[in-house]
């Protein structure tokens, strides 16, 4: 059933900016290495997602979408289509940074509405850029920087369901920020990720079905 997204009227009037990150970003740009997947981990003093004790180095089959205790089961934002009465071409991704959706415009003033995690405070961005790639239960190269802040985290991680960028990954401009999917399905909804948005492997895999490279990205906050 169609509803409506006139919710976002006032934000699609602002004018954008290229996209410049809250918190400073890294000299250090692998587009497919760096990615939020250290918030997956969690930090030394909080694990988020992690089930090692802090200072414990990284083992397998910790942190990889095994809770440490049992969680209420979540229900998932559902995706469905709606009216969209915004100023932008059919294939284009349109994220709401305060509303927590990702909108996909279709023609005929309709969109597709995913649910999505955001940045945490201090790490929302907003801006318009291109999909430069796409890859399929991508692997993970954790950067030298991440590293240095993390050295109990793995060198590398093969694609597959318990890689922290999920199904599919869509990569953002010459960012460090992608849009990918998540073996975590309580984040869907929340602020907790360095900037990258987050969906569940499903929809993520829905809308990498979609998108083109080349087509444009436009997040406001």
Request: charged fraction near 15%; hydrophobic fraction near 35%.
């Amino acid at each position: 059933m169609k509803t409506s997204a006139t919710v976002l009227a006032a934000l699609f009037g602002a004018s954008l900016l290229a996209a410049v990150p809250a918190h400073a970003a890294s000299s250090y740009y692998d587009p497919f290495g760096a990615s939020d997947a250290e918030d997956y981990y969690g930090g030394a003093d909080q694990p988020y997602g992690y089930q090692g004790t802090p200072g414990r180095a990284y083992q397998p089959g910790y942190g990889q979408g095994v809770q440490a205790a049992p969680q209420a089961q979540v229900q998932p934002i559902p995706r469905e289509i709606v009216a969209f009465n915004a100023p932008y071409k059919p294939g284009t991704i349109v994220v709401s940074t305060s509303e927590r959706r990702l909108y996909f415009v279709m023609p005929n003033g309709e969109a597709i509405r995913y649910g999505v995690g955001v940045g945490r405070p201090g790490f929302t961005w907003s801006g318009t850029k291109t999909v430069t790639a796409k890859r399929e239960w991508p692997s993970w190269t954790p950067p030298a920087a991440m590293l240095a802040r993390r050295p109990d985290l793995p060198r590398y991680m093969a694609g597959g369901i318990e890689n922290p960028l999920g199904a599919r990954a869509m990569y953002i401009g010459s960012t460090e920020y992608r849009i990918h999917g998540s073996n975590e399905p309580d984040t869907i909804g929340q602020a907790v990720s360095s900037g990258c948005i987050r969906m569940t492997n499903e929809d993520v895999t829905d809308l990498y079905e979609r998108v083109k490279v080349g087509a444009k990205v436009v997040v406001l906050n």
